[in-house]
């Protein structure tokens, strides 16, 4: 005798039931989390379509449509948790000390390049990179192999004190848009580069008493 089939879930209640679960605390935003997830989702179709008699079309429609629904709240829930990126992959090299070896200048064009295209993820790692070349071009910063972001962010802040908090930032969308699930955003891309550009036409403060104070003006945001 077959056994009998499930009953079907309507697709609010199946809304429902899949964001009451998502929204327990032990689950967090990890590889685990999504093989998880999967598991739930495949085991979950099995019983449905085991279930099914063959000839009930309107049962497997609704099946369908539940289906349907479910992988639709499943998509939107990791989007909006970052576990899947908005933007595209980058389309430039997220190393400090990249080769070919650019000038700060050519960096500095080509994320405001990649900023006007709208492509923020590629125009935020390359508005720090030029920051670096730029630093580093005129001996105030040594680069070494592997560099992070906030390592390159707590030396520039050595000649630049005054910009230490727009430097840290910067340092932290340059994560969040080379490695993060997350997209840096327009404004995180736009102040990354304005620093850049102002860092590129400031004089460093060499003395080690002088009082924290930029040399030409401060660029809108920056911290004191």
Known sequence: MRPAAPPPLDPDEARSRTLEELSKS??????GFIAWLLGVIE???????????GSSATQAGIAVLVLIALFAVVFLVLRRTGMIRRGH????????DAEPVLSGAQLRD???EAIDAGRL????VLALRALVRDLEERTLLDVSAGMTAHEAAAQSAVPFPELR???QRGAVAFDTAAYSH???TAKQADDLLRLAEYIAESAPDLSEDAPEQPAR????GADA
């Open 26 to 31: 032990e689950y967090d935003d990890s590889p």
């Open 43 to 53: 085991d979950w179709l099995m019983s449905v379509l085991d279930g099914i008699d």
């Open 89 to 96: 992959a980058l389309a430039v090299v997220s190393e400090l």
């Open 110 to 112: 080509s994320a405001r």
């Open 121 to 124: 993820d590629d125009g935020t």
């Open 165 to 167: 908090g727009r430097l």
């Open 182 to 184: 997350r997209a840096a």
């Open 217 to 220: 003006g401060e660029p809108a």
